[in-house]
Each structure stands twice: as C-alpha cells, then as structure tokens.
C-alpha cells in the first residue's frame, strides 16, 4: 500500500514506452507500403533482364526519390543492398547459364551484364570459390569404371 501509487505510475510508463515503440516500428514500416509494388517491379524487371546495366540513380530516378534514399529503402525492404542484390542476382544467372548452355565464358558474361569478362571471373570466384571454368568441370559426371 504504502508504494501503491509509484507502482501503478510506474507500470503506466512502462505501458506508455511500449505503446510509443509500437507506433513508431509501424509508422516506420508503412514507410515502405508506398514503395512496396514498386520496388517489387524493379527488383523483377533486374532478374528478368540481367544483361541490363542497371544503376541505382536511374532506378532511384524512376520512383522520383533520391539516390541515397533509395538505396536506404532498398536494403531495408529486402534486407540487401541493391548493387549486391543485382551481382547476386546476376552470378547466379550465370552459374545457370553455366551449366545449362555451351556458351563461352566471355559470352555469359556478356549476357550477365559484364562487358568486362577478367571482372566477371573475378566476381564469380569470389561468390563461389572456383573460377567458372572450374565451376562447368564440377558439374560434368564423373564416370567411374565397373567393377571387375
């Protein structure tokens, strides 16, 4: 009794601080409701068309918002960054192309969008550990002969 009304005043704080975070996570994710369709139809429109140069102004300038902001609400919405998002997206184009086509690797990496293939073997490496030469020999069978 004798502490009654600290306890109560100091539950309606706690009350108070948990209604205010609450409020505040959801104004920041409706935030993105706005972008949402769009940022959904880019992210689309960079997996359907890998060969494409995408940049984050011309993309930022086609949803009228600033670069920077864009890429802040990019990451946010997808949890990446969008210039990691699209090498993602592209090197595992290519590791399909890779293993599905017999085009050359200068070829794949033009269709992947990299006019500059030693930065595209690079890249590849550097996601997948192996070269992509290295990368089409894994994927052959490995004949063994029968047992005598």
Do not use: W
């Not at 704080?13 to 975070?21: A, D, G, P």
């Not at 972008?35 to 060969?51: D, F, T």
């Not at 930022?60 to 946010?76: L, P, R, T």
């Not at 998002?85 to 070829?107: F, H, P, V, W």
Request: net charge positive.
């Amino acid at each position: 009794p004798e502490y009654k009304q600290e306890n109560v005043s100091a539950l309606f704080t706690v009350l108070f601080n948990k209604l205010l975070q609450e409020i505040h996570l959801t104004a920041a994710k409706n935030h993105l409701a706005v972008y949402s369709a769009q940022l959904q139809q880019l992210r689309m429109q960079m997996c359907s068309q890998p060969s494409r140069k995408f940049t984050a102004r011309e993309l930022a300038d086609s949803m009228n918002i600033s670069v920077s902001y864009f890429q802040s609400i990019y990451k946010e919405y997808f949890g990446i960054s969008f210039k990691t998002d699209l090498t993602d997206m592209r090197l595992t184009y290519a590791q399909s192309l890779i293993a599905r086509t017999g085009m050359n690797i200068e070829q794949i990496a033009q269709a992947c969008g990299y006019s500059d293939a030693s930065f595209f073997y690079k890249l590849f490496k550097t996601k997948t550990g192996m070269t992509p030469h290295q990368y089409r020999d894994s994927l052959q069978p490995i004949i063994t002969p029968p047992n005598p």
